[in-house]
């Protein structure tokens, strides 16, 4: 298996350069045959291309059994049009990476943070408030006047019915639960389409439960009943895009672990 | 981050220019990334000999962390990022 290693911005190359120095060991250990090609990309790739990503890159990453890629400092890069591409953004979209698999486990021997986590995060990163991956063509955003900014969130049927369904397939290997995480009372076409498609998946997994909760409420039960965020045991979430957490951004987790 | 046909293992942090090129950095993110992908590969190619790695090397993170003389400095360790990834990866060795 060939692999695309992107060592990127910051601690990037360092942290891959670790994760890959565990894989040719887990290669000679488990024979996987593994290869790895190196390209530069952010600011390695700014400073000799012109731009942090070029489009033979992303062209080139379809064609390997994966991709790693390290980190970006992308609030640092110039505009768009000075070469600053968004290299999260563009793999995303451009390869339709659309599933932000976000395990988050607690280790009680390490003694800090909230005991007894053990979920995953499954956030839909293809749409919703992003200006630069919701639009056909233009930006997700405007001004109207120096004071004034309106943003434009896109929620689709298609987009929520995947993630749901990738949220569905890994709770049925782990607890079997789903919680669809949202903010319907107030959003109710966009988050009310999400938990509508969410709610068609579910019954393809009569095995799975599904329960559902505000955002701001998730929020407050992350912190207060890790563990539990509504009943017994833990769980999968599953979020529709939101590039905040708070209020006014719809999401769904499911939660499943066995 | 993952599709249908294509994975990319991606820390989830961000790129913390302050301690770069320091050997500071906590890799297991990183690693456990690229775990995630030898699982999605198992999955998605058929590869049985990948979801045993990437189970193999969450173990093995986690036998690191568990150990306080194998911690990253912001666990309150001694260890570099280079040798944090040697140290993990000395565990799976046979």
């Not at chain 1, 891959?16 to 996987?32: C, E, H, K, M, P």
């Not at chain 1, 000075?82 to 995303?92: D, H, L, P, T």
């Not at chain 2, 981050?1 to 770069?20: F, Y």
């Not at chain 2, 986690?62 to 040798?83: E, F, I, M, S, Y």
């Amino acid at each position: 298996m060939r692999f695309l290693v992107l060592p990127g911005d910051g601690i990037g190359p360092e942290i891959v350069a670790s994760a890959i120095d565990v894989l040719r060991q887990a290669d000679r250990t488990y024979g996987l045959d593994l290869a790895f090609d190196y390209e530069d990309v952010g600011f390695a790739s700014l400073e000799k291309h012109g731009t942090t990503l070029r489009e033979s890159v992303l062209e080139q990453a379809r064609g390997y059994d994966g991709i790693i890629l390290g980190t970006q400092s992308h609030a640092d890069y110039p505009a768009p049009e000075q070469g600053g591409r968004n290299i999260s953004a563009a793999f995303r979209c451009d390869l339709d990476l659309y599933a932000n698999v976000r395990p988050a486990r607690s280790r009680p021997f390490l003694g800090r943070g909230a005991h007894g986590m053990d979920l995953v995060i499954m956030r839909e990163a293809t749409e919703g408030f992003y200006p630069d991956r919701n639009m056909h063509q233009g930006w997700g955003e405007m001004m109207p006047s120096p004071d004034m900014a309106i943003s434009v969130r896109k929620i689709t049927a298609h987009c929520s019915e995947r993630i749901a369904r990738r949220a569905f397939e890994l709770a049925r290997k782990r607890r079997g639960r789903v919680t669809a995480i949202h903010k319907a009372n107030s959003f109710h076409m966009t988050d009310g389409l999400f938990l509508r498609e969410v709610r068609k998946v579910a019954a393809d997994f009569p095995d799975v439960v599904l329960d559902d909760l505000l955002v701001d409420a998730s929020t407050a039960y992350l912190v207060r009943d890790p563990r539990a965020s509504t009943s017994s045991s833990p769980p999968i979430s599953m979020a529709t895009s939101c590039p905040t957490w708070p209020a006014n951004c719809p999401a769904a987790w499911a939660w499943p672990d066995p | 981050m993952a599709g249908d046909t294509l994975c990319c293992a991606q820390a989830q942090h961000g790129s913390a220019p302050d301690i770069q090129g320091q050997d500071k950095a906590n890799p297991t993110s990183m690693i456990l990334s690229v775990a995630m992908l030898l699982n999605w590969l198992g999955e998605h190619r058929g590869q049985p000999s990948c979801p045993r790695a990437g189970a193999a090397i969450d173990a093995a993170v986690d036998a690191v962390l568990a150990d306080p003389a194998t911690r990253t400095a912001d666990l309150g360790g001694a260890l570099g990022c280079r040798a944090f990834g040697a140290a993990a990866a000395k565990r799976l060795e046979r």
